[in-house]
């Protein structure tokens, strides 16, 4: 009977280690899964913000071409135009050694003929005031290509800020381009809704939030026109050239949630009518607060407002 007591509290004992080193193992990979988990989301959280900062890049370089672009046809305009002046000043040189061949021809008639217009002096008065008023008129051309050549390169430095440094993707950045005085910002949560609402100079209306691909669809009312812009990504910038301001109107996306995305809209200081008949800066008023009566708005935001808590 002591034997077999003793059997069975081996047995027992076994089956304890090797429940207890089943335990374990168990427990190791169910430590490892989630690490591999962890470390799947962080890759392609890296993947998704790789590829939004590339597609804004894609923009960017895309619109420097095509600046430059227009820029060396206004290089080749130039060119050619300076070639045509030389061809002219050779011309005229030409035309001096006829006049100065003519005179001495002359000198060898009589008294009566040398007094007479020569048809060589006619032809030479005629030459003279065809190249006075071609170079008259290449000369307002070519004034008028370097201005045209310094405001397409401010254009393109413009362009090149715009792009690359004036894009906020969290409210404290947002604050920091509010302090710089040059633009005013609304920041927004706007909803998902077929109703449409007012945002600093804007009327937007959310139709689409995809949370998966971080991308939505928006509805915008700009001079009394309906426009559509589906797919914007995050943090994607969208241009709004309006009537009545000389620089663009800017919407940015900072957060995409279920039926829901949080950003900014920015927008000029002032008006360019303002700018151009108020005597004092005192009388200025910025541009996000002429807000028209709209029954379709929902909301007015003047000002910047801290986000949503999640």
């Avoid at 559509?228 to 800017?250: A, C």
Wanted: hydrophobic share 30%; charged share 25%.
């Amino acid at each position: 009977m002591r034997e077999h007591d003793e059997m069975n509290g081996h047995e027992h004992t076994l089956e304890t280690t090797e429940t207890g080193r089943n335990r374990g193992l168990v427990i190791a990979l169910l430590v490892l899964l989630g690490v591999a988990g962890v470390a799947l989301g962080y890759g392609y959280h890296q993947q998704t913000l790789v590829g939004h900062l590339t597609a804004q890049q894609s923009v960017s370089d895309a619109t420097i071409s095509q600046m430059q672009g227009q820029l060396s046809s206004v290089t080749s305009k130039l060119n050619d135009m300076t070639a045509a002046q030389q061809a002219q000043a050779q011309a005229q040189a030409q035309a001096n050694a006829e006049k100065q061949a003519d005179k001495k021809t002359s000198a060898s008639t009589t008294h009566t003929r040398a007094h007479r217009p020569t048809a060589a002096d006619k032809r030479y008065k005629q030459l003279q005031a065809q190249l006075a008023e071609q170079q008259k008129e290449l000369k307002d051309t070519q004034d008028l290509v370097a201005k045209n050549r310094t405001d397409l390169e401010g254009n393109i430095s413009s362009t090149r800020d715009e792009l690359n440094g004036s894009i906020a993707r969290t409210h404290e950045e947002l604050v920091v381009l509010q302090k710089r005085g040059e633009r005013n910002y609304t920041e927004f949560d706007l909803m998902k809704a077929k109703q449409f609402q007012r945002i600093g100079p804007l009327t937007l209306s959310l139709r689409k939030a995809d949370t998966k691909h971080k991308n939505y669809d928006v509805e915008m009312i700009v001079d009394d026109n309906r426009l559509t812009k589906k797919k914007v990504n995050l943090y994607e910038p969208i241009w709004i050239h309006t009537e009545n301001e000389s620089q663009p109107v800017q919407i940015v996306v900072m957060r995409i949630e279920k039926n829901l995305v949080h950003g900014y809209v920015s927008a000029p200081k002032y008006r360019p009518s303002e700018l151009a008949t108020s005597g004092t800066a005192s009388s200025l008023t910025p541009v996000s607060a002429h807000v028209p009566a709209n029954g379709n708005d929902t909301q007015t935001q003047p000002t910047i407002n801290p986000p949503r808590q999640q």
